[in-house]
C-alpha cells in the first residue's frame, strides 16, 4: 500500500506518557483470545485453507521474523516466492507460502476496500464518522473507511472482529500477523488520537501472542522505542529510506525490520544497497504489489 506520512517523532517524555495512557485506555476484559468469534462477526473474508501447523512449527512462538532475509510482499496476489526468499507477507486470504517465515497481514485499523459494506451493515457503529454521519475514508484508499477507535468499548468489539482475522491466521499457519494502518488517527481530522489506536494495538498484539504469533508495528515512525515497549517483535515499513526514517527504526527493532521500497521512488537500487548494509530485510516492489505475470510487476533485492 501506498506508504503512509506520519508526523515527527515524538519526544521521549511524550512517549512515556503515551504508555500510561494505553495502559489506562486499554483497561477491562479482553476479548478471549483462545476462542475465535462466530465467523459472521467477521468481515466477508474467507480464512486461508492451508492446514494448520504445516508452516511455522520450527519457529519459537511470537519469534521475530529472521534478521537479514530475502523477502517478499505479495498482497497483491500470491504466487512462488522467488530464489532466496525466505519471508514472505501475504493476506490473510491467501495461504502461508512455506518457504520459511510466513506473515499474515490484516487491516486492523481501517477496512479493507471490499470490507467497506460488510462493516457498515455489520457493525456501522464502529465506523469513524464525520460531524456530518458520513464515514471518514482514507484518502489515498477512498474505498478504506476508518474505524472508531476512540472508545474502550468500540476498541474491545474492534479487537473482537478483527480478532477473528488474526485467528485465521494462526489456524492457517502462519508465523506472525502485520494488522496495517495504525497511523489512521494522522488521517481522522482529530477525531481519534495516537493513544487510541496504540490502544487498540495492545488488544491486537495480546490477541496475537496468545495464539503463538509474533506481530508486526506498521510504519508510524513517531512512535519511536515506544512499540517494542507495547509488545510489537518486529516492523514492516515502506519507502523508510525515501523519508530518511530507516534509522528510527532500526533504533527500536534493531535487525528485525522488513523494508519494502518502491520502484516508482528514484534511486531504488542505491536505497535496497543501504538497506542490505543496515542488516534490515528489504525488497524493491512495483507500487501496485502485482503478480510477476502483471505488466509493471518489479522485485528487486540487493
Not at 517465515?101 to 464502529?126: A, I, K, M
Request: proline share 10%.
Amino acid at each position: 500500500m501506498l506508504p503512509r506520512r506520519s508526523p515527527a517523532p515524538a519526544s521521549l517524555a511524550a512517549a512515556a506518557l503515551a504508555l500510561v495512557l494505553v495502559a489506562g485506555c486499554a483497561a477491562g476484559p479482553d476479548p478471549a483470545p483462545s476462542a475465535s468469534p462466530p465467523a459472521a462477526e467477521a468481515p466477508d473474508r474467507e480464512p486461508s485453507t492451508a492446514a494448520s501447523g504445516v508452516v511455522g512449527q520450527e519457529h519459537p512462538a511470537s519469534a521475530p521474523p529472521p534478521a537479514g532475509a530475502g523477502i517478499d510482499y505479495q498482497l497483491g496476489g500470491a504466487y512462488p516466492p522467488p530464489d532466496g526468499v525466505t519471508v514472505v507477507v501475504r493476506d490473510v486470504t491467501d495461504a502461508p507460502a512455506g518457504a520459511g517465515y510466513d506473515v499474515c497481514y490484516v487491516n486492523g485499523f481501517q477496512t479493507q476496500p471490499g470490507d467497506s459494506g460488510t462493516w457498515l451493515r455489520d457493525h456501522p457503529e464502529l465506523v469513524l464518522r464525520d460531524d456530518e454521519g458520513r464515514p471518514v475514508a482514507d484518502p489515498g484508499w477512498p474505498d478504506e473507511l476508518l474505524l472508531d477507535t476512540s472508545t474502550a468499548s468500540s476498541r474491545q468489539e474492534i479487537a473482537r472482529v478483527v480478532g477473528a482475522q488474526v485467528d485465521a491466521c494462526a489456524d492457517a499457519g502462519f508465523d506472525a500477523v502485520e494488522p496495517d494502518n495504525l497511523d489512521s488517527f494522522t488521517r481522522s481530522h482529530g477525531a481519534l488520537t495516537r493513544d487510541d489506536n496504540l490502544a487498540l494495538a495492545t488488544l491486537l498484539i495480546e490477541r496475537a501472542h496468545a495464539r503463538g504469533l509474533a506481530i508486526g508495528q506498521k510504519n508510524t515512525v513517531e512512535l519511536g522505542g515506544l512499540g517494542p515497549e507495547l509488545g510489537f517483535d518486529f516492523v514492516v515499513t515502506e519507502d523508510c529510506a525515501v523519508h530518511d526514517e530507516c534509522d528510527e527504526y532500526a533504533a527500536a527493532y534493531g535487525p528485525h525490520v522488513l523494508e519494502v521500497e518502491y520502484a516508482d521512488e528514484p534511486a531504488l537500487a542505491d536505497r535496497l544497497a543501504a538497506a542490505c548494509a543496515r542488516g534490515a530485510s528489504v525488497v524493491g516492489r512495483d507500487r501496485g504489489l502485482s503478480r510477476p505475470d502483471d505488466p509493471g510487476y518489479v522485485l528487486e533485492s540487493c
